[in-house]
């Protein structure tokens, strides 16, 4: 296999950080290889502040696997990264979007197996023009450009303990009634169904879909919407051949004994989403972007300019988000050698 295409997210956080101390624990942590996508001197510089004797070596990607149990492979990016340890500058948004950019030319290109991107700082990235909402979107932007196929990104994270999808992202609670559709849900709903299948192994995916409203609207006195939109959605679903159920109230949806009875829940909105997978695995949790052509993981947190420089910084999520990453890329391959055969 490829090796994985890690990003550098934001120069000024903790991804720097996290890439250094994943690389010189790699043994230990079990990772698989990848490089780095970054500012070779910027990422020497780190290491200098962290008092970590990490090797780094510029190579191409073709190179990485061969350097990878003697150096950090890095891949340089055009950009000259002057930011410092929680102190985004100039440089930021430049040098981040450089590197995601990489990372999904090299995927499509078939010289990395997957992308697995280190968080980026939004604000950043919005006061340097960035037009995406933030990184699933802009994945979906440079696909769509590069292979000229409209795409529809789906969110979802997953942990051992619990897998969730917002089926609307990043809005405030007063757009979501006129955002939500019935037809929303249903290609949330499909396009989750099939990658649990072909990535995850799942023949079979069971889909557990929340309710908008308290009690999923209690039979219409608080609230129509689940009738109108969430359940037509589910019986679409259904009719599909998929093990979807629902609408299900969210508050007895995320308990042990029900987490027991579906494989990914569907909720309304990004809160109720991820407020239980935060609560249940908030330090290994993973992002996947699913819909994509090419397999992308990040881990579940944020920049954390405050621990950036420290060697604070708790390295589990970019470890899990790694894992996963090689996991799935094997499992889309055999799918299409088997589909190819």
């Not at 070779?40 to 200098?48: E, M, Q, T, Y």
């Not at 090299?106 to 991107?117: E, M």
Request: with cysteine.
């Amino acid at each position: 296999m490829q090796p994985l295409a890690l990003t550098l997210g934001e120069p000024a956080g903790i991804g720097p950080d996290l890439a250094l101390a994943v690389w010189q624990r790699r043994a230990e942590l079990g990772v698989p290889t990848f490089y780095l996508l970054a500012d070779p001197d910027h990422l020497r510089s780190r290491a200098r502040r962290l008092g970590l004797d990490v090797p780094i070596k510029t190579v191409t990607p073709r190179a990485a696997t061969a350097t990878f149990a003697s150096a950090l492979p890095v891949v340089a990016i055009d950009v000259a990264v002057s930011a410092e340890p929680g102190r985004p500058d100039r440089s930021s948004a430049p040098a981040a979007v450089a590197s995601i950019r990489r990372a999904v030319a090299d995927a499509l290109a078939g010289t990395a197996a997957a992308v697995v991107t280190n968080p980026v700082a939004k604000n950043v990235l919005y006061n340097w023009g960035f037009a995406e909402p933030g990184h699933t979107e802009f994945l979906a932007k440079l696909v769509e450009e590069a292979t000229g196929e409209a795409l529809r990104p789906v969110m979802m994270l997953w942990s051992p303990e619990l897998a969730v999808v917002p089926v609307t992202i990043h809005l405030p609670l007063r757009q979501i009634f006129t955002q939500l559709t019935t037809e929303l849900i249903i290609d949330t709903g499909r396009i989750v169904a099939r990658d649990l299948a072909r990535r995850f192994g799942l023949a079979h995916p069971r889909l557990a879909i929340a309710g908008l409203n308290p009690h999923a609207g209690e039979e219409g006195t608080l609230g129509e919407e689940d009738g109108a939109i969430v359940a037509p959605a589910v019986a679409r679903l259904a009719a599909d051949g998929i093990d979807a159920r629902g609408p299900l109230p969210a508050d007895s949806l995320f308990h042990d004994q029900a987490r027991a009875t579906y494989d990914v829940a569907l909720c309304m909105y990004h809160d109720q989403a991820l407020i239980p997978i935060k609560t249940l695995a908030f330090d290994h949790a993973v992002n996947v972007t699913l819909g994509l052509p090419l397999v992308r993981t990040s881990p579940d947190h944020g920049t954390a300019f405050d621990i950036a420089g420290t060697g604070r910084a708790d390295p589990a999520s970019l470890v899990a988000a790694l894992r996963l990453a090689a996991r799935l890329a094997m499992a889309e391959s055999a799918a299409s050698s088997l589909a190819a055969s």
